[in-house]
């Protein structure tokens, strides 16, 4: 009879603490894409989404609606992308040992 008891787990694991820091910077991340990604759009749509050709507004050159949504909410977005980078996110080392990796060792 082949062995089909199924592999025994916690038995002597330890879960690498890389993982616990890589899925907070995981949630982190996703919150981020998700409030870049509404500020964008609904920024667009509030600007722009019910008016008709004749009412758009320009700002530089750019219709208003595109102007603030786009380049502008991107500027917002940059500066705050290097805010969570710098507060949140922690350089760690991938390599199975846990080594960074030093020229030396290439």
Do not use: N, Q
């Not at 603490?17 to 509030?46: C, G, S």
């Not at 009412?55 to 290097?82: D, K, N, Q, R």
């Amino acid at each position: 009879m082949p062995d089909t008891e199924p592999p025994v787990r916690d038995a002597g694991f330890e879960e690498d603490p890389r993982y616990r820091t890589a899925k907070r910077e995981l949630a982190i991340a996703l919150a981020y894409w998700v409030a870049f990604t509404t500020a964008v759009t609904a920024t667009a749509w509030l600007l722009g989404g019910h008016k008709t050709a004749d009412e758009l507004t320009f700002v530089l050159g750019f219709p208003a609606w595109f102007f603030w949504s786009v380049p502008v909410t991107c500027l917002v977005f940059s500066g705050i992308a290097y805010v969570l980078v710098r507060r949140f996110f922690t350089d760690i080392p991938l390599s199975a040992d846990g080594d960074a990796g030093g020229p030396e060792e290439r």
